[in-house]
């Protein structure tokens, strides 16, 4: 009984993913796309400060500086709509800048934050193949010395032989990514 509950429970929840899917996957497609979504934001701020100067009879460098301050959440006053129409694109702008604002400056601070993560660890891994490479210097040498060249020869063969039998486990995981982002894959696809 309670397994009957728990699945009508999940059916619901899926009913309603599937009911705001149509609004959630352009928004998340939205706020991933850096680019596309400063240029929604430009063409929101844009066309709402238009609509205001044509609403409010003014003029476009009026209309963009009262965008400018409008959307910034300044609000100087000295430009304000007096129609609804002119408030409710004011409104418009308002929230739609107190979204997707936050969420642009966002992926500005990642990027910077990515770039000296991935400095510091292109650094630690340089050094890490230097290590690794003098490990390996010193120790094939001290094999030679032990065993002699030929030995070496044959061992370093019969590795390199059991190397080229497997897949580099690097390799399955690009090969596993590549696979999922494979436009083919992606639903909707064209087949």
């Known amino acids: ?25 352009p928004v998340r497609g939205l706020v991933n796309a850096p680019h596309l979504l400063v240029l929604v934001v430009l063409g929101i701020w844009v066309s709402c400060s238009l609509a205001y100067a044509v609403l409010e009879d003014k003029g476009p460098i009026e209309g963009l500086w009262w965008g400018i301050v409008t959307g910034s959440t300044v609000g100087y006053g000295d430009f304000y709509p007096s129609s609804t129409a002119g408030r409710a694109i004011g409104a418009v702008l308002i929230v739609s800048m107190l979204v997707l604002v936050p969420i642009a400056i966002g992926h500005v601070i990642a990027n910077l934050v990515f770039d000296k993560e991935s400095l510091a660890v292109a650094a630690v891994l340089e050094d890490v193949h230097e290590r690794i490479s003098r490990l390996e210097h010193l120790t094939l040498a001290s094999l030679e010395a032990q065993h002699g060249r030929e030995w070496l020869e044959r061992r370093l063969a019969e590795h390199e032989a059991a190397d080229a039998a497997t897949t580099d486990v690097a390799e399955q995981m690009l090969a596993m990514f590549a696979q999922k982002n494979d436009p083919q894959d992606l639903p909707g696809a064209a087949s």
């Open 1 to 25: 009984m309670a397994s009957d509950v728990d699945s009508e429970v999940d059916e619901a929840e899926r009913a309603v993913a599937r009911r705001i899917g149509f609004v959630t996957r």
